[in-house]
């Protein structure tokens, strides 16, 4: 598992766009799928997309279909979430984290020995 910094939340209205970034100085994290997480007060940490090590697959939580985009850029040992359309419900803290596999990456939240950065606060007000 490689280890993340989150980056590029804030403060926007509904309607706005941010785009986060995560990354890492691990030259092994071209090796590994991607995610971005999320997690709000009260409520457990969730999967909101995933991209694979090469790109070529990716998985989307439908209420951000159409809305985030999950890229990343192996060069520079980054990844990045374009979340536009913003709603107030998609207010968290989110993360990122890798795995092996998209599968793998999906089941991280419910990994007890999942190593989590400090996270990136998005507030949508409405």
């Known amino acids: 598992q490689v280890q993340l910094v989150e980056s590029g939340g804030g403060l926007v209205q509904t309607g706005g766009s941010l785009r986060l970034s995560c990354s890492t100085s691990?030259?092994?994290?071209?090796?590994?799928?991607v995610g971005w997480f999320r997690q709000s007060p009260g409520k457990e940490r969730e999967i909101v997309a995933a991209l694979s090590s090469s790109g070529g697959g990716w998985y989307y939580r439908d209420s951000v279909k159409g809305r985030f985009t999950i890229s990343r850029d192996n060069d520079k040992n980054t990844a990045s979430l374009q979340m536009n359309n913003l709603q107030p419900e998609d207010t968290a803290a989110y993360y990122c984290?890798?795995?092996?596999?998209?599968?793998?990456?999906?089941?991280?939240?419910?990994?007890?020995?999942?190593?989590w950065g400090p996270g990136t606060q998005v507030t949508v007000s409405s």
């Open positions: 691990e030259r092994t994290f071209s090796f590994y799928a």
């Open positions: 984290n890798t795995a092996r596999d998209i599968d793998s990456v999906l089941r991280q939240p419910y990994n007890s020995q999942a190593h």
